[in-house]
């Protein structure tokens, strides 16, 4: 049988047998002999160890005795090869080789079982049946092994990369994978502005850092990720995204780069730079066992503050198995690195950010921010919306057969809109004094240059009179009453007149404003306020009319019934689909006025379906901008133009 395992080798001279340090007996016993053993010295390097670099970590690490000859002097066993006899040599490829070692070496099972092999296959070869000595595989040193661990966990964390597939020295991306997206965590507040201070270093879970960091990543831009071939972290290099774009720096002239409007800002407004470490599954237990400290501020601070769930924020603990990753998960440490150089080394650049943390959130959004108006987009996609209602343009109901009837070309023109109540009180003024009219349609957000030339605000309702142009509710019920004195409005009497006056101010002044806000409000308690403020402007009115009525003066409808009538209408129109208002109680005062109103022949005349009235409130009820100048000036507090 060949030897394979050890080819013969030249004779050597050595008086004494060098200490073996692979022999697995004790030094003093590998020497006892009555006469010098004869010894030869092996001069032969395996070359699947010689071709491994010398500048490589693993032969570094890996038998380090195996460049020295006298390592491998081992006592004869046996005949020696005849003169000029060429030597046997091992049949293996070096890389081979070295893979082989790395196995064997890597568990402690298998170096045993392989190590009982070789003794077995080393015995049986020796020749003539003289068993020689048993040389060792070599022992793999406790240095190997704890790199050996450490090369697992980055390769199970994916962070040990190919250099011919991926390149030396690449640059690879700061964006950390499994990120969580809770909108609102507990102290969130309180984690950004200590994730933005960064005033010390700061140790976090994988929970609390996958929770809390990206509500604050819009503050910082990933500059570099720095890997270690023998180290259970990655150390990932920030800057102040207000840090700027350096002078001098050419733009892009690609003509297919997205170009982006980005807000105009200083440059070089901020210095501060941090550093984020991201430790790997064990890592505490594997540098423990180097004997190296985590760089995480433990060791030069052993009172850093931890924030967990059971000791939050400024609760200080020297217990070690509090700490992120002391039970073996992963882990993250943040701290503050000022400086231009190369991998965050500092240049003595002092002080914290030089802006404000609402200055950077006006800068850009955070991923959370981002992604919650993400979803808002796509829901909006995939959620048909709600299609709004719109004003009417043509009446409906009776007040078309109304249009229809005066249609045709007068002297005395109205220009209105269906919906309006302040053109309904002049329509209804006009039937009352059963006056010939013409009734012009237009629309009110579509201003013609015909309601223009009459009304340069462009309001209805708008009246010409031959030459005479007007226009403001009450002032033309005036006019067309002392225009037209047939069948009056007013009372008859002075103080009559005087008296509807008053309380048709009331109803301009009080109930109409009180109607708008009732129904623009969008809170619910709002929306109460108003309304009993509305209930009681309604009973001052009630409290002053005619006792009999039905009217407000008595059995015929006069100039405070005109004034009120279109808002009256529009409680159970808009108010009470809108916002829930009542009936008036039947055979009340109120209810018989409402009644009095509602079956009212000119009234009836110039009303429209309710579903035209519901329709053209919607825009108010939901508050839309720019509905109309009344609507602006309830908002903002104003009296009504």
């Known amino acids: 049988m060949e030897d394979t395992a050890l080819p013969p080798q030249p004779f050597s001279n050595s008086r004494h047998l060098p200490t073996n340090p692979f022999s697995p007996y004790p030094p003093h016993h590998q020497n006892q ?43 004869l066993g046996g005949s020696f090869p005849r003169s000029g006899a060429p030597a046997r040599q091992p049949q293996h490829q070096p890389h081979q080789r070295v893979q082989e070692v790395r196995q064997h070496l890597s568990s402690p099972v ?45 390769q199970e964390n994916g962070h040990l990369q190919d250099r011919s ?27 950004r502005q200590r994730l933005f201070d960064v005033d010390q270093p700061i140790t976090m879970t994988e929970d609390q850092f996958q929770t809390y960091f990206p509500h604050i990543d819009n503050v910082y831009s990933h500059r570099s990720t720095q890997r270690y071939k023998r180290k259970p972290f990655v150390s990932h290099y920030y800057d102040c ?31 501060v730079k941090i550093k984020i470490t991201e430790y790997f599954p064990g890592a505490r237990a594997t540098m423990a066992q180097l004997g190296e400290e985590p760089n995480d501020g433990t ?30 998960e992963r882990y993250y440490t943040l701290s503050r690195v000022n400086g231009t150089n190369a991998n965050g080394k500092g240049d003595s ?38 299609k709004q209602k719109t004003y009417h343009k043509k009446a409906t109901g009776e007040a078309l057969v109304t249009v229809k009837k005066h249609s045709k070309d007068n002297d005395l023109k109205l220009y209105g809109s269906c919906f309006c109540p302040f053109v309904q009180r002049v329509w209804i003024g006009l039937e009352t004094k059963g006056l010939p009219y013409q009734y012009i349609e237009v629309d009110p957000y579509k201003k013609p240059q ?27 019920l005036e006019y067309i009453d002392d225009a037209f004195p047939d069948k009056p409005l007013l009372p008859s009497t002075p103080q009559a007149r005087a008296r509807a006056r008053l309380w048709a101010d009331h109803v301009n002044r009080k109930f109409v404003p009180s109607f708008y806000h009732t129904l623009q409000a969008q809170d619910a308690s709002a929306q109460a ?35 009120l009538a279109p808002w009256l209408l529009r409680l159970s129109r808009v108010l009470s689909p809108y916002r829930g208002w009542p009936e008036p109680e039947q055979g009340s005062r109120w209810g018989r006025w409402v009644d009095a109103i509602e079956g009212d022949i000119y009234v009836k005349n110039t009303t429209s379906g309710r579903e035209l009235y519901t329709d053209s409130y919607e825009r108010y009820a939901e508050n839309r901008p720019r509905t109309s100048q009344v609507a602006d000036a309830v908002n903002q507090g104003r009296g009504l133009p």
């Open 33 to 75: 002999s009555t006469a010098p053993p004869q010894t030869y010295t092996s001069h032969h390097v395996d070359p699947g160890l010689s071709s491994l670099d010398s500048n490589d970590g693993f032969q570094a690490n890996f038998l380090p005795n195996l460049s020295d000859p006298s390592t491998h002097s081992i006592p």
């Open 110 to 154: 298998q170096q045993q079982q392989q190590q009982q092999q070789q003794r077995h296959s080393i015995s049986s070869s020796s020749q003539y049946g003289v068993l020689g000595c048993q040389p060792q595989l070599p022992q793999l040193n406790q240095t190997y092994v704890q790199h050996a661990a450490l090369e697992r966990i980055q």
């Open 165 to 191: 597939a991926s390149g030396a020295g690449k640059k690879d991306g700061g964006d950390f994978p499994g990120m969580k997206q809770v909108h609102d965590p507990p102290d969130l507040k309180i984690w």
């Open 241 to 271: 995204r207000l840090k700027g774009r350096p002078p001098g720096t050419p733009k892009s002239d690609d003509p297919n780069k997205k170009k982006r409007k980005r807000q105009a800002r200083e440059r070089d407004l901020c210095d």
């Open 299 to 328: 060791a030069d601070n052993p009172d850093i503050i931890y924030p967990t769930e059971t000791h939050a924020f400024g609760i200080m603990s020297n217990d070690s198995s509090t700490l992120p990753g002391a039970n073996g």
């Open 349 to 386: 650049v002092p002080g914290a950010h030089r802006h404000t943390l609402e200055e950077s959130d006006k800068i850009k959004k955070s991923s959370i921010q981002r992604a919650f108006l993400k979803e808002e987009k796509e829901r909006k996609k995939i959620t048909p919306p709600h």
């Open 450 to 476: 015909s309601l223009l030339d009459i009304n340069p605000l462009g309001l209805v309702p708008a009246l010409q009179h031959g030459s005479f142009n007007c226009h403001e509710s009450t002032v033309l």
């Open 529 to 563: 306020t108003n309304a009993a403020e509305l209930r009681s402007h309604i009973e001052k009115l009630v409290d002053a009319a005619d006792p009999t009525g039905p009217f407000f003066d008595g059995p015929s409808i006069g100039w405070v019934d005109i004034q």
